[in-house]
């Protein structure tokens, strides 16, 4: 199994609800049907999302983040092997609450085993409350 970090910018300055929940249904659908799991973080104009499952399927779902317009400027922070994953339940976790980012990622990840990922999560959290 292949677990993926990246972080982008979006296109407009400010994303609205409905761009995030359209990005939500699309992804929710694709990564139930390819058996991915993840979680997506809206802070300011970047997201970061962490994506996980068959390696086969990240690398489609990746082409396809690529070649989506709403976004630009795409970095791939982190792409490893994992044993198990670190969102389980989640075809895409979310919750829209901008201003109160950190809190939000720390009730997220309360779960999350490996320091890594929940130090990457928590520091763009922190990174964007600030910014807020």
């Known amino acids: 199994m292949e677990q993926i970090i990246y972080i982008s910018t979006s296109r407009n300055e400010y994303p609205d609800s409905s761009m995030v929940r359209e990005i939500l249904e699309t992804s929710r659908r694709n990564n139930a049907r390819d ?6 973080l809206v802070g300011g104009r970047r997201f970061l999302q962490v ?26 922070l982190s792409r490893r092997h994992v044993e198990e994953r670190s969102f389980p339940n989640w075809s895409m976790g979310y919750e829209e609450e901008p201003q109160a980012l950190l809190p939000q990622v720390e009730r997220l990840t309360a ?22």
């Open 35 to 40: 058996d991915l799991s993840g979680l997506l």
């Open 51 to 76: 994506l996980e499952g068959p390696s086969d399927a990240i690398g489609n779902a990746y082409a396809r983040i690529r070649q989506d317009r709403r976004h630009f400027a795409l970095v791939e």
């Open 111 to 132: 779960g999350v085993s490996n320091p890594m990922i929940k130090a990457q999560l928590i520091s763009f959290a922190e990174m964007h409350s600030k910014a807020a």
